[in-house]
């Protein structure tokens, strides 16, 4: 009996241990190889994430700002399922270099993306601010004729004065707006170079009615006599001023006179000796 047990013990259990080692091996193969094809599978999704998200990057700087924001929901889109993709195939994309690559790639594209998206909105806020000052700030050409022709009416009776304090009141609400307006232009227009010369006109107009505005916020009440002696002392001033440019004149036109009649002199001298007989 127990040479039988020897026996079983010396042909049979090496065998048994022989065809364990080998299904091991083969099983091991099978797994490093389904590994292989499934990392290979997540690198092609991982590249074709990449190729979606170059494809936006390339319709950013051409698109109307209609289809701005539809780009900009693509990219949501695709963000959320590269993300949910890459968390599912995380241990796989953890122990291969190469698929790490590929999601950093893409973060830095969809970040780069996302940048220009929110550089190219500015860019129309920025325009779409100053044509919104452009057309208020010129449509209040008449408003303002309006108002500085009634300051100037309720100015001359003492008995409208609350109704020119009233219209002040309007008046500062109203320029208050353009100069509101005026700032947003002026930011888009140092951020927009293509908007400078248009900056310049509305530059002109803002001057302008903020000349009308001081004018309409001094104006107030002084009796007749008081508003004939201020048209006096500028009629006086005006006639004092007119005197200094005259008296600057005379002096110059002397000045020239005596240059000339110094030449004439100084002509006749030399023509007085050549005149002389010569010995």
Not at 76 to 89: E, V
Not at 189 to 204: C, N
Not at 268 to 276: A, P, V
Request: aromatic share 8%; glycine share 4%; with cysteine.
């Amino acid at each position: 009996m127990k040479k039988w047990i020897f026996l079983y013990l010396l042909l049979v259990c090496p065998c048994r241990l022989w065809s364990y080692g080998l299904a091991t091996d083969t099983l091991s193969a099978d797994v490093m190889i389904d590994t292989e094809v499934e990392i290979q599978s997540i690198g092609d999704r991982l590249r074709g994430y990449v190729e979606d998200v170059e494809k936006l990057s390339r319709q950013v700087g051409v698109v109307p700002e209609r289809k701005l924001k539809q780009i900009e929901n693509s990219l949501s889109r695709l963000n959320a399922k590269h993300t949910l993709y890459c968390q599912a195939q995380q241990l796989y994309i953890a122990m291969d270099d190469s698929l790490m690559n590929l999601v950093a790639q893409y973060q830095e594209m969809g970040q780069m993306v996302s940048d220009s998206i929110q550089r190219q909105q500015q860019r129309f806020q920025w325009l779409e601010d100053f044509n919104q000052a452009e057309r208020f700030i010129f449509s209040q050409d008449s408003a303002y004729q309006r108002l500085l022709k009634q300051s100037m009416l309720l100015s001359q009776i003492e008995k409208t004065a609350p109704a020119l304090e009233k219209l002040k009141g309007q008046e500062q609400l109203l320029f208050a707006d353009v100069d509101a307006y005026f700032q947003k232009a002026k930011v888009a227009a140092e951020s927009t170079p293509a908007l400078k010369k248009r900056q310049a006109q509305l530059e002109e107009k803002y001057i302008e009615l903020k000349n009308s505005s001081e004018k309409i916020q001094a104006a107030e009440y002084m009796p007749l006599l008081d508003r004939i002696k201020d048209k006096l002392m500028g009629i006086a001033a005006v006639g004092i001023i007119l005197m200094f440019f005259n008296m600057v004149v005379s002096k110059i036109q002397g000045y020239k006179k005596m240059r000339e009649n110094a030449k004439q002199m100084e002509e006749m001298l030399r023509k007085s000796k050549d005149d002389y007989p010569k010995i």
